[in-house]
């Protein structure tokens, strides 16, 4: 039982995953992606030419366990050739005037397999820029998750 504990809890670590595992990023950007593997999903963490956070994204075979409100929809958009809505993130304890510039979202790509995306924008033009970068994303050679 211990061996099966430490064996699970080993393979839990992130493990660095191959540059091709992320979606390709637009063309033109700065972006670059910091990614880890674990198990039963794919975290990538788009990241600017100084290594400021840019958005998240996360591919996965489970559905996420989030409750997005209808009353927090914000923007509608564009994903993986779908239309989505961002959602204004529900942080009722948080007075940071950046905290109005927070979304989230929740994609179904198929049959056992969801994204999810965020990403806090100081301002208005960087929520757009982060939106419009997110509708550029081409899934086509992301991996495919879950327990199969």
Not at 58 to 68: V, W
Not at 99 to 116: E, N, P, W
Not at 119 to 138: G, K, P, V, Y
């Amino acid at each position: 039982m211990t061996l099966f504990l430490l064996t699970a809890a080993m393979s839990a670590q992130a493990q660095p995953a191959g540059s091709d595992q992320c979606p390709d990023l637009p063309g033109g950007s700065t972006l670059h992606w910091q990614q880890q593997q674990r198990d039963g999903y794919l975290l990538c963490r788009a990241q600017d030419e100084h290594g400021n956070p840019a958005f998240n994204l996360m591919l996965t075979g489970d559905e996420p366990n989030l409750r997005l409100a209808r009353s927090l929809r914000a923007e509608r958009a564009q994903f993986a050739g779908q239309d989505i809505h961002w959602y204004r993130m529900d942080l009722a304890n948080d007075a940071a005037e950046q905290a109005q510039y927070r979304r989230i979202t929740v994609s179904r790509l198929g049959k056992d397999q969801y994204a999810q995306l965020w990403f806090n924008a100081t301002d208005q033009a960087e929520l757009e820029t982060r939106i419009e970068q997110i509708s550029h994303l081409r899934l086509d050679n992301t991996p495919r998750l879950g327990n199969r």
